[in-house]
């Protein structure tokens, strides 16, 4: 039960993000989480947007660099200790976090995970218990 | 395949003997028509009697591309205005480019001499050659299209029009042959990528010339890849009539100069002394058949050194090895002497790096080197990103002794030229 994140790399200047977010919105398309990491001159930001598939052929018709990202969301208890015993799990069985960002939203805990090993990290998360959400159930929290 | 065996393999003593006799046929014109040569001869104590071997030609006197300037606009003619049929000029960074005249038979000279580079790499009547060069003052353009047009191929004129239009040309018309600036066929495959069109199934391209910018041997690698076909390098500078000079045979191992036409030297730039074959010096010119405006020990300012080895293809005319450089265009940042050739060599090794890319160099020598990723190398994750550029500020400083700076920018935010690319920006206020 993996999403994908639209990826974007963009020089780091002023103006990029309105350009970028423009091009979306012009689409239609709606950004229900994002993030944007930043090296030095160029960054890359990462949309989970409601129209995967609208939105890069827009970005990518705008000459832009696309890459789509498979990441999982976990629900969590919202409580302290939640991501702890999320990461422990993941520790435990050797599995390293590549990305990872949460949030919380109408007392709802979800955290977005990026991993290499994502077929594991499902496996070992759902084992323990925790709920992933599908990208519908997401949205719609 | 041959367009005039007879000559292109010609014995060397044949070759030679022939040489002698069109140079001392030129210093003796020169000595009798160009104002120019009569006072450098009288300055250097030369008749034309005394070239009695090809070794004389060291007593001439070089002409250097400040020399075309002075004598501008036409300083420098051996013939009757009248009796010219055609002006091109070579662009010039600052002030009046250089005017080069052609009498008629300099143009089918030329011509000629096309073809022959042509039928060499396996250019027959049966090819449709787009050419993508700018016609106009520019020699790449016109007189390629009069050698394409000699061997009997369908020419197309495209010109450098935009890369819509050069494709539905290609598409319409079936081109087999291109004509094409290396940054520019790099940037139209990104475009066909863009597209979604590959060449090996699309198009029935087979061959590309590349010419008029110094490039790699990684660049042309990469277009082949990129186009699908094959890819020949070719020599001239409109001096020596534009294209044509040098070029490569169906083996890619150096490009055969028309000897015939053309005696060369390959000498130290800062000695201006002669160098053994193999030494990389700065190429010097005498052209041997030029009517309108012949020139003596041209000092093309391009690196290059001599391969003497005979050509598995048969051809007796010497060839050359890849234009390493121009020696104006080296640049000296932090003290250190760099070409771009260097930095072009490591940024097209690395399949990440994609097609355009451009060197800076600001404030107090800071060389910045800004390189656009290519499409299939972005992951959505700015870690490796980071690494990337690690991993060729570290190749960068192994080739040229500084640390540059590395930036990497999405593919196409780099400008294109319309003509020739502009890879280094100086703007250093000295």
Not at chain 1, 28 to 55: C, E
Not at chain 2, 358 to 370: C, F, H, N, R, Y
Not at chain 2, 374 to 394: K, P, Y
Request: proline fraction near 4%.
């Amino acid at each position: 039960m993996s999403m994908n994140l639209v990826a974007v790399f963009a020089e780091n200047r002023p103006g990029q993000t309105a350009r970028i977010t423009g091009i979306l919105a012009q689409a239609g398309v709606n950004i229900s989480w994002v993030t944007i990491a930043s090296s030095g001159r160029f960054g890359v930001m990462k949309f989970l947007v409601d129209q995967r598939d609208q939105a890069v052929a827009r970005l990518k018709a705008e000459g832009l660099m696309v890459s789509l990202l498979e990441v999982l969301a976990v629900e969590v208890e919202n409580k302290p200790g939640a991501l702890q015993a999320v990461a422990e799990v993941l520790g435990r069985n050797q599995i390293n976090l590549d990305n990872c960002s949460g949030f919380v939203a109408n007392n709802r805990a979800v955290l977005l995970i990026e991993t290499h090993d994502l077929t594991q990290a499902q496996a070992v998360l759902e084992k323990q218990g925790l709920r992933l959400l599908s990208q519908q159930q997401l949205q719609t929290l | 395949m041959f367009w005039d065996r007879e000559v292109e393999t010609l014995p060397r003593s044949g070759l030679e003997k022939l040489q002698l006799e069109r140079l001392q046929e030129t210093v003796q014109r020169v000595a009798s028509k160009v104002p120019f040569y009569q006072r450098r001869f009288a300055e250097l104590g030369v008749k034309p009697g005394d070239i009695q071997s090809l070794a004389d030609v060291r007593r001439l006197p070089f002409t250097t591309n400040m020399d075309l300037r002075t004598t501008y606009p036409d300083g420098l003619l051996a013939v009757g205005l009248q009796q010219a049929v055609r002006l091109h000029t070579s662009s010039g960074t600052t002030g009046k480019p250089k005017a080069l005249f052609f009498s008629r038979k300099d143009v089918e000279n030329a011509a000629e001499l096309m073809a022959r580079s042509l039928v060499m790499t396996g250019i027959t009547s049966s090819d449709v050659f787009q050419n993508m060069m700018g016609y106009g003052l520019f020699t790449g353009g016109l007189i390629m299209h009069y050698g394409a047009e000699k061997v009997g191929c369908l020419v197309i004129p495209a010109g450098p029009g935009t890369s819509e239009r050069q494709l539905m040309l290609m598409q319409d018309f079936g081109t087999t042959a291109v004509h094409i600036l290396p940054s520019y066929a790099l940037y139209f495959a990104g475009f066909l990528e863009q597209r979604g069109i590959n060449p090996r199934q699309h198009l029935k391209l087979r061959k590309a010339f590349v010419g008029a910018e110094p490039h790699t041997e990684e660049t042309r690698l990469r277009i082949e890849a990129a186009l699908g076909c094959d890819v020949y390098n070719s020599y001239g500078l409109t001096e020596m009539n534009g294209p044509g000079v040098a070029f490569e045979c169906e083996h890619k191992a150096g490009l055969h100069l028309w000897e015939d036409n053309f005696l060369l030297e390959i000498i130290d730039p800062a000695t201006a002394q002669p160098l053994p074959d193999g030494q990389v010096g700065e190429l010097v010119l005498t052209s041997l058949r030029r009517e309108a405006m012949p020139l003596l020990r041209y000092r093309t300012r391009d690196l290059t050194s001599l391969i003497p080895e005979p050509c598995a293809c048969g051809r007796t005319h010497r060839r050359l090895n890849r234009i390493t450089g121009r020696s104006d265009d080296m640049l000296i940042v932090r003290g250190v002497n760099i070409f771009p050739q260097q930095i072009e060599r490591v940024l097209m090794s690395l399949p990440q790096v994609g097609r355009n890319y451009v060197i800076l160099i600001e404030g107090l020598d800071d060389l910045t080197v800004k390189a656009e990723l290519s499409a299939s190398a972005f992951d959505g994750q700015v870690e490796h990103l980071a690494a990337l550029q690690e991993q060729l500020t570290e190749k960068l400083r192994a080739e040229i002794w500084i640390r540059p700076k590395v930036e990497l920018v999405p593919a196409g935010t780099l400008p294109v030229a319309d003509g020739k690319a502009k890879r280094v920006i100086d703007h250093r206020v000295i």
